[in-house]
């Protein structure tokens, strides 16, 4: 398989920028704030990381398969955490610090299976395995990790429509773009593997948050130069 890295050259490149960019910037130090720094560096590593999983799969003999399987079980387990961070940032913003310990517990079992399928797989195969001639396969169960990573995409938009009164008009279509982006890359990619679009996606959606909802330029006097909640 050829696959086609250009986009997530492009998404690193604008991630890095980006990145840098707010990180000159002065934010308030708030959860929301440090969920979505997190949000970036997942965003960030998994680009490097695919494109990382590509060349090791092209040159295969030479870096061994045991390279292959550290690069993609690393960028598959930052994909699915992505999907986490965006549920649990969606809960900070909307202000749903009600749920009991059990409902977030249950949330999770998703992601722990999602875990398990990936840690799992140099020895059940069952995402993705290496032949006996060194060839890369997608194995039986590669498209749930697709399925699980939706399962927290579509419940964190299931809250931001329950919420929807408590976001700002420009958050909601920040919130929509970035839907709307993400599920078309991940049924583009699991029907075209070949295509990875997950990365320049995820970057776009980051983007448009910033420019919705943390635009620290919406909270400083222009005057003072300072923070001014009014």
Same mark, same amino acid.
């Given at each position: 398989?050829?696959?086609?890295?250009?986009? /997530?050259?492009? #998404?690193?490149?604008?991630?890095?920028?980006?990145?840098?960019?707010?990180?000159?910037?002065?934010?308030?130090?708030?959860?929301?704030?440090?969920?979505?720094?997190?949000?970036?560096?997942?965003? =960030?590593?998994?680009?490097?990381?695919?494109?990382?999983? %590509?060349?090791?799969? !092209?040159?295969? /003999?030479? @870096?061994?398969?045991?390279? %292959?399987?550290? #690069?993609?079980?690393?960028?598959?387990?930052?994909?699915?955490?992505? #999907? @986490?961070?965006?549920?649990?940032?969606? =809960? !900070?913003?909307? *202000?749903?610090?009600?749920?009991? +310990?059990?409902?977030?517990?249950? &949330?999770?079992?998703?992601?722990?299976? /999602? @875990?398990?399928?990936?840690?799992?797989?140099?020895?059940?195969?069952?995402?993705?395995?290496?032949? !006996?001639?060194?060839?890369?396969?997608? *194995?039986?169960? #590669?498209?749930?990790?697709?399925?699980?990573?939706?399962?927290?995409?579509?419940?964190?938009?299931?809250?931001?429509?329950? &919420?929807?009164?408590?976001?700002?008009?420009?958050?909601?279509?920040?919130?929509?773009?970035?839907?709307?982006?993400?599920? $078309?890359?991940?049924?583009?990619?699991?029907?075209?593997? !070949? =295509?990875?679009?997950?990365?320049? $996606?995820?970057? $776009?959606?980051?983007?448009?948050?910033?420019?919705?909802?943390?635009?620290? &330029?919406?909270?400083?006097?222009? +005057?003072?130069?300072?923070? &001014?909640?009014?």
């Amino acid at each position: 398989m050829q696959w086609n890295i250009s986009f /997530d050259i492009c #998404a690193f490149l604008i991630l890095a920028l980006f990145c840098g960019y707010t990180l000159i910037m002065k934010r308030f130090k708030s959860r929301l704030n440090r969920i979505y720094d997190a949000m970036c560096v997942i965003v =960030l590593g998994s680009v490097m990381l695919d494109v990382l999983g %590509v060349f090791f799969v !092209e040159y295969i /003999d030479v @870096v061994t398969p045991y390279a %292959v399987y550290a #690069a993609k079980m690393l960028y598959m387990l930052l994909i699915n955490a992505l #999907a @986490v961070g965006l549920y649990w940032y969606v =809960l !900070e913003l909307v *202000g749903a610090r009600k749920l009991t +310990t059990v409902w977030r517990c249950l &949330n999770m079992i998703p992601f722990a299976l /999602d @875990v398990f399928l990936i840690l799992s797989t140099p020895w059940l195969k069952l995402s993705i395995y290496i032949d !006996e001639n060194n060839v890369y396969h997608y *194995g039986p169960y #590669a498209q749930s990790l697709y399925v699980l990573s939706g399962y927290y995409i579509l419940l964190s938009l299931i809250y931001i429509l329950r &919420n929807r009164k408590k976001i700002l008009k420009q958050s909601r279509f920040a919130f929509s773009f970035f839907y709307i982006v993400l599920f $078309a890359a991940l049924a583009v990619q699991a029907m075209q593997p !070949e =295509l990875l679009l997950v990365g320049i $996606a995820s970057a $776009a959606g980051l983007i448009a948050f910033y420019l919705a909802q943390l635009n620290p &330029n919406v909270g400083i006097d222009s +005057t003072t130069n300072v923070f &001014n909640k009014d």
